[in-house]
């Protein structure tokens, strides 16, 4: 039975009800980013779940619903390194630097506050619960696919959770070192026959000074792992040289500004990773300490950016670090990254605030959540304003939220009708989060840090 119409039976409809995507698909108008550059009075045209055409100058299907969102319409954020169950919890802010995660990881403080509820919620099944949650927050953050899910053991067509082999060919590994060699054999051969598009790996998560991270580099070196389609996470105890090698052999960088700063009082050297060309995209690691999500790791990361002289990014080149750069970097350049006719029409739709004279780069850099007009995920609104949702047809049971002080309509029951719990909502899940979290003292983060 279609899902919708289990959800229709089992009396769910008490939300608003909005329409099921038109078959005439829909055509955006606003100042796109393309490939190309910056387009002033754009039309972005999907149908079905693909981008048709972006543009100045594009054919409008006739039967095609024309939305007319006088906004930035960016590509879907795409969001390499995360942890998507450990969203629901709030802030974690330590009050001393560490030298490595080796040490944060064994505190008392850490165990109590995080991961000893952690591993008791996920004891207690709420897992799948807990990583829709997170998935929820990563499109109020502009993301339209992720990694650091449960590789679909409870997938619910929300982002698509990219380290899925069979689908996206990525392989996530938070411990890479400690794999044995049974099991890193055949992600090696699978890398060199491009069966595999990319092994996404934490290395070298300490301070500066850390000596251990640093070492984690000649260790990966020593398991072969220094292959193209790698690339490594954190990497903050790097030096010039590591990065020279890496680019020698097409191995990347995911950058995770704020929880680096946050836990170690210092960062990546990505002023030597693009001296030395290494690919470099941006990630928030986790919300406890990074960012809430993908918009706010942007504006985190443009903010570190203007306090560096010379300003190492221009926000186009940030911008790209989120979209264009980790499609690269997991093989769907084909596929993600880019509104131009052929990809998935994942998308975003920012409300410009601010001066005229900045561009729709610094828009998207610079945006909160409370901006997110519009996240469109293979051609469904699946979150936004609640005007434009309105416009894109009124049929599926929609749910409203409020993210920082602005109204939002979200359609949890995801992508293409695809629930794996018919009777799931929003508020429910919410509900079992925050029963669950008290229990062990905690709250249920927030969706967003609303410039707190
Ligand atoms: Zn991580």
């Given at each position: 039975m279609p899902n919708l119409i289990r959800l229709l039976m089992l009396g769910l409809c008490t939300s608003p009800l909005l329409a099921q995507s038109p078959s005439g698909g829909f055509a955006l108008r606003g100042t796109l980013i393309t490939p190309g550059g910056i387009v002033e009075n754009g039309t972005v045209v999907i149908q079905q779940n693909k981008i048709t055409a972006a543009g100045a100058k594009v054919k409008v299907p006739a039967n095609a619903t024309v939305i007319d969102t006088h906004g930035v319409i960016a590509p879907g954020l795409i969001d390499?390194?995360?942890?998507?169950?450990?969203?629901?919890?709030p802030r974690w802010r330590p009050i001393e630097e560490f030298g490595s995660r080796y040490d944060w990881q064994q505190k008392p403080i850490y165990q109590a506050l995080i991961e000893s509820p952690h591993a008791a919620m996920v004891a207690d099944g709420l897992e799948c619960e807990m990583e829709r949650y997170a998935e929820l927050k990563a499109i109020s953050e502009g993301e339209t696919a992720a990694v650091g899910s449960l590789a679909n053991a409870?997938?619910?067509?929300?982002?698509?959770?990219?380290?899925?082999e069979d689908e996206w060919h990525v392989a996530y590994n938070?411990?890479?070192?400690?794999?044995?060699e049974t099991e890193l054999t055949p992600i090696r051969q699978k890398l060199a026959n491009h069966q595999l598009h990319a092994f996404l790996i934490h290395l070298?998560?300490?301070?500066?000074?850390d000596a251990s991270a640093a070492r984690e580099f000649d260790m990966l070196k020593g398991r072969g792992l220094?292959?193209?389609g790698v690339s490594l996470i954190?990497?903050?105890?790097?030096q010039p040289a590591n990065y020279v090698e890496m680019a020698a052999h097409n191995v990347n960088l995911i950058w995770s500004p704020r929880s680096n700063l946050e836990l170690y009082g210092s960062t990546a050297d990505v002023a030597s990773a693009k001296n030395a060309h290494v690919k470099i995209a941006l990630s928030p690691?986790?919300?406890?300490?990074?960012?809430?999500?993908l918009l706010g790791e942007l504006n985190y990361a443009a903010a570190w950016n203007d306090t560096q002289t010379p300003h190492l990014f221009t926000d186009r080149e940030l911008v790209a670090m989120a979209t264009s750069v980790p499609a690269d970097l997991i093989g769907a350049s084909d596929r993600l990254g880019?509104?131009?006719?052929?990809?998935?029409?994942d998308l975003l739709v920012i409300k410009p605030e601010g001066e005229?004279?900045?561009?729709a780069y610094w828009t998207v850099t610079h945006?909160?959540?409370?901006?997110?007009m519009l996240v469109m995920v293979s051609g469904e609104?699946?979150?936004?304003d609640p005007d434009v949702l309105e416009k894109t047809g009124p049929s599926r049971p929609s749910e409203k939220i409020e993210v920082c002080g602005s109204s939002k309509t979200l359609l949890f029951t995801g992508l293409h009708g695809?629930?794996?719990?018919?009777?799931?909502t929003w508020a429910h899940s919410v509900s079992i989060l925050q029963t669950a979290l008290r229990h062990y003292g905690r709250d249920l983060a927030p969706l967003a840090e609303c410039g707190q």
């Open positions: 390499l390194h995360n942890h998507l169950t450990y969203n629901v919890f409870c997938s619910m067509g929300l982002v698509h959770n990219l380290d899925t938070v411990f890479p070192l400690q794999m044995t070298s998560e300490g301070g500066h000074e220094l292959v193209p954190h990497g903050v105890a790097l690691d986790w919300s406890p300490t990074g960012s809430a999500g880019a509104l131009e006719a052929g990809r998935e029409a005229a004279k900045h561009d945006a909160t959540a409370a901006q997110v609104p699946l979150y936004g695809q629930v794996d719990a018919a009777d799931e």
